[in-house]
């Protein structure tokens, strides 16, 4: 629909005495002369590939959303570098598709502004944010509310933790009022459910969840919370639950469904703030301490292993020990679903999108709680300073544009 008014690929690409305009369709939804400034200026600093993506995928419901969001205030603009893209481009077969570009688009403007690591919380804390990326047909949380995305620091490098690749922040730019951080992953957007639990090696809740038929239902869900046992977990409790399973299957299904809040996604940073109620309608109590985020259901309580696994509709947390409450309150599984839906209706009328990353809340975690965040450190942990220095070299080389350029 725009394609004739914008030439962002060869605009990055060239230096700003050559570019061309083509006659523009009026009126635009987004503010041309912002988007060609930044490709441009985009270009300059060396990274092409993101207008190429932008060219794209401009005309998809994730570009557009892209497009009309990224000049407002409090935005944060994520940027893969050209490395990074050509890694996707190769990993990823839908990566020439335009509705796929537009929604890894959109999943990289932030709603926030996120100007260098002090405004990320540390490891083991996540700092939980906003993005653009609401496309319907890949993010289905309640009330509407756009795609989250999950952030940590470990020894001050900016990590962007996601279920399939881990982005690291590279370095940092300004854009007239936009902070950019430059990444050395495309981020991808989302899976669901199955995808997540296969990520991340979790058989047992893979057999579990399809025996007693919550994939179908969890699928279908807007806006769910999910305690996913490890394996560990599973093989723990695997003689009750075989035998229970020949006794009583109503029992099993009960205690599974004990692990699933229906209507609500509650990240870390927001554990304990709401009160929850599983899919079976029992009770959740969580707690915190020096030794991590504890999550009761019934009489058991579990310790959280790793928090946030974003989800196109909900988020799970992986925990350590398998809810073994098998009872069942239907008045209170309805009340609290349709109490989700209208707290999700009043949140995104009242604070759109926006209500998550322009506070940045942050987690009370321990280290302990999400050891693997912690762990893993030392291999993200030196910044990659010819990328770093490149930049600086580049933003005295044209001084002009980046006045406001901030290299971490
Ligand atoms: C569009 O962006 C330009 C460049 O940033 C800015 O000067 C102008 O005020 C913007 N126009 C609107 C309508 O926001
Ligand atoms: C996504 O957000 C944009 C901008 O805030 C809005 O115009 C659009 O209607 C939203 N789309 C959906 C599907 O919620
Ligand atoms: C989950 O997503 C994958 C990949 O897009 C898809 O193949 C699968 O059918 C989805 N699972 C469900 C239960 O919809
Ligand atoms: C899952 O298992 C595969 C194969 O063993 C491994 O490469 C991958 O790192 C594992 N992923 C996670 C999240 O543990
Ligand atoms: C969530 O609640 C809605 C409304 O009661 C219901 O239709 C849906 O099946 C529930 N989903 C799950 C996963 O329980
Ligand atoms: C099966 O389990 C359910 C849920 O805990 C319980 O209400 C029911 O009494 C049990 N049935 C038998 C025969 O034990
Ligand atoms: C933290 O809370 C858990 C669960 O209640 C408990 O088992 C653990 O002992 C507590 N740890 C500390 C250090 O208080
Ligand atoms: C991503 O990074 C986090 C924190 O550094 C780590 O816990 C996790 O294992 C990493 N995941 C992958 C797939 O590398």
Do not use: C, W
Not at 32 to 51: H, N
Not at 234 to 252: C, E, G, I, K, R
Not at 304 to 320: C, F, P, R, T
């Amino acid at each position: 629909m725009f394609s004739k008014t914008l030439t962002i690929a060869a605009l990055a690409a060239v230096s700003a005495a050559q570019i061309q305009l083509t006659p523009r369709a009026a009126p635009l939804p987004f503010n041309l002369t912002f988007v060609e400034g930044l490709a441009e200026f985009l270009g300059k600093m060396g990274f092409t590939s993101i207008a190429t993506a932008v060219t794209l995928g401009m005309n998809s419901p994730g570009g557009l959303d892209f497009l009309t969001n990224i000049q407002g205030n409090s935005k944060t603009l994520l940027v893969p570098n050209n490395a990074a893209f050509a890694t996707f481009n190769k990993a990823f077969p839908n990566s020439n598709n335009p509705s796929f570009v537009g929604d890894v688009l959109s999943y990289h403007l932030i709603d926030g502004i996120f100007n260098d690591s002090s405004a990320f919380s540390t490891a083991p804390d996540h700092t939980v944010a906003r993005t653009a990326l609401n496309d319907s047909a890949s993010t289905q949380l309640e009330g509407g509310l756009s795609q989250a995305m999950v952030f940590s620091v470990e020894v001050e490098v900016i990590h962007i933790l996601n279920q399939k690749t881990n982005a690291t922040v590279t370095g940092s730019l300004s854009f007239q009022n936009l902070p950019i951080q430059i990444i050395d992953t495309v981020i991808d957007i989302p899976g669901n459910f199955s995808t997540a639990i296969g990520a991340n090696n979790l058989t047992g809740a893979s057999t579990v969840f399809s025996q007693v038929n919550l994939i179908v239902p969890i699928q279908a869900a807007n806006g769910l919370t999910i305690f996913v046992p490890s394996d560990t977990a599973f093989a723990n409790v695997q003689s009750t639950l075989t035998s229970l399973s020949a006794s009583n299957l109503t029992a099993v299904q009960n205690a599974v469904s004990n692990h699933v809040i229906n209507g609500t996604t509650i990240y870390s940073t927001q554990l304990g703030a709401i009160s929850a109620v599983s899919i079976a309608g029992e009770p959740f109590t969580f707690a915190s301490n020096s030794s991590g985020t504890f999550v009761t259901s019934g009489s058991t309580t579990a310790s959280v292993l790793v928090a946030d696994i974003v989800l196109s509709n909900g988020v799970m947390h992986i925990i350590d020990t398998v809810f073994l409450n098998t009872n069942a309150n239907a008045a209170a599984a309805a009340a609290a679903f349709s109490s989700a839906v209208s707290v999700a209706a009043t949140e995104a009328a009242v604070v759109p999108t926006a209500a998550l990353a322009a506070v940045a809340i942050t987690t009370t975690l321990s280290s302990s709680s999400l050891a693997t965040t912690s762990t893993s450190a030392s291999s993200h942990a030196v910044p990659t300073f010819p990328v770093v220095n490149a930049l600086r070299a580049i933003a005295v080389l044209v001084g002009v544009y980046v006045g406001a350029a901030v290299l971490i």
